[in-house]
């Protein structure tokens, strides 16, 4: 049987205030990038259910990596460059994030 995995993201949820955001939560992006991804789950559901093929979406949140180089890790990289005894932490300190690493986001895609 052909099968398909597909790279999608958990922008697809917009903003939730609990992590980890459970799988079965709304899909509500609220931005472009949630929507396209969002949007390609759907073409992609219905083209494997009209051609007979499996497939699964994979949700990953903040891939992180040694070549990042954008968002908010590189963001601390950059600022922790400047000066390596401060961090300023954006927000009120409480905020939350899940990342994933790169060599972790590959295994399980490779794996599904």
């Given at each position: ?23 079965d939560a709304p899909i509500k992006p609220v931005s472009i990038y949630g929507t396209s991804k969002a949007s390609c789950e ?71």
């Amino acid at each position: 049987m052909r099968e398909l995995v597909f790279a999608s993201s958990s922008s697809v949820h917009g903003e939730h205030l609990e992590i980890p955001v459970d799988e079965d939560a709304p899909i509500k992006p609220v931005s472009i990038y949630g929507t396209s991804k969002a949007s390609c789950e759907n073409l992609i559901h219905a083209y494997a259910k009209l051609y007979g093929f499996k497939a699964i979406a994979l949700r990953y949140a903040n891939v992180a990596g040694l070549r990042l180089r954008h968002g908010i890790i590189w963001d601390f990289v950059v600022k922790l460059r400047g000066n390596p005894l401060e961090l300023e932490i954006p927000g009120d300190g409480e905020q939350i994030r899940s990342y994933i690493y790169i060599d972790d986001a590959v295994e399980a895609t490779m794996t599904a």
